[in-house]
């Protein structure tokens, strides 16, 4: 068992800046490849940006390539998503996930594979 909390989220003009943090505690975290994602009301969860248990992949969704970033710390048990040039667009609560096969099935998009998540943090972002 991992448990996963997610916080850094809040209100922000567009062309600001956020960075989101997941703490994680429960299981050894660099055992896992994390992810994120957002969701908002009447749609499906989107991804957002994946790393790899030893940090060395990323990986990215077109619409926020180039703007976010996604990061570990395996010391602190914590995986960070900074988020530059919002859009209004990125309004959502944006969730981390944890999957302990390290993207073995390759899906690192699907949320199919992610066995452990946490609640969320809302982002809000003005025009």
């Known amino acids: 068992q991992v448990q996963l909390v997610e916080s850094g989220g809040g209100v922000v003009q567009a062309g600001g800046s956020l960075r989101l943090s997941c703490a994680a505690s429960?299981?050894?975290?660099?055992?896992?490849?994390m992810g994120w994602f957002r969701q908002v009301p009447g749609k499906e969860r989107e991804f957002v940006a994946a790393?790899?248990?030893?940090?060395?992949?990323?990986y990215y969704a077109d619409s926020v390539k180039g703007r976010f970033t996604i990061s570990r710390d395996n010391a602190k048990n914590t995986v960070y998503l900074q988020m530059n040039s919002l859009k209004p667009e990125d309004t959502a609560v944006y969730c981390c996930?944890?999957?302990?096969?390290?993207?073995?099935?390759?899906?690192?998009?699907?949320?199919?594979?992610?066995?452990?998540w946490g609640q969320g943090t809302q982002v809000t972002v003005s025009s």
């Open positions: 996930a944890a999957d302990p096969r390290d993207f073995y099935y390759g899906d690192y998009e699907s949320v199919r594979i992610y066995d452990y």
């Open positions: 790393i790899t248990l030893s940090g060395i992949s990323t």
């Open positions: 429960g299981r050894t975290f660099s055992s896992f490849a």
